[in-house]
């Protein structure tokens, strides 16, 4: 089974206001990519819609998106992989900035399995009394 954690931003989880466009996907992370479904750069803003199971059961669909309007309109700017649609669960699961995003799926298998988990109370204690913490490795890794 490969498994990705990320640990998620203020902006992923909705808390700065600001418009959620999906948690962002780095590009130059191949393995994470190719766990992936496959997206043709060649169309414009290709999307697969892929399935989800939480460990409860619970199914969400989640649109994994190419936005790539910077090769195919004159003025476009996005350059950028997204996964999408995953407000209603992060709000569901009470996600907070910090809390872990985790996604694993088994070799050959057709869907994905999701979870959430909360940060350890430690850290949160931590994080509200005492010197502020300065985070290295933010965003996306692979569990081993």
Do not use: Q
């Not at 992989?81 to 872990?100: C, F, M, N, P, V």
């Not at 399995?113 to 300065?134: C, F, H, Q």
């Amino acid at each position: 089974m490969k498994k990705f954690l990320k640990t998620l931003s203020a902006n992923d989880v909705g808390s700065t206001g600001a418009h959620m466009g999906g948690i962002l996907i780095p590009k130059g992370d191949d393995e994470l990519l190719a766990f992936l479904p496959h997206l043709d750069p060649n169309e414009y803003n290709p999307d697969e819609w892929i399935l989800c199971v939480t460990p409860d059961g619970r199914e969400f669909r989640l649109r994994y998106v190419y936005y790539n309007n910077r090769f195919h309109k004159p003025n476009g700017t996005r350059n950028e992989y997204r996964i999408t649609h995953l407000t209603k669960y992060l709000k569901s699961e009470g996600a907070k900035e910090g809390d872990i995003f985790e996604i694993s799926k088994e070799d050959g298998a057709t869907r994905y399995l999701m979870n959430v988990v909360p940060a350890t109370k430690d850290e949160e204690e931590s994080a509200d009394n005492g010197p502020v913490r300065i985070k290295i490795s933010a965003g996306w890794r692979r569990v081993h």
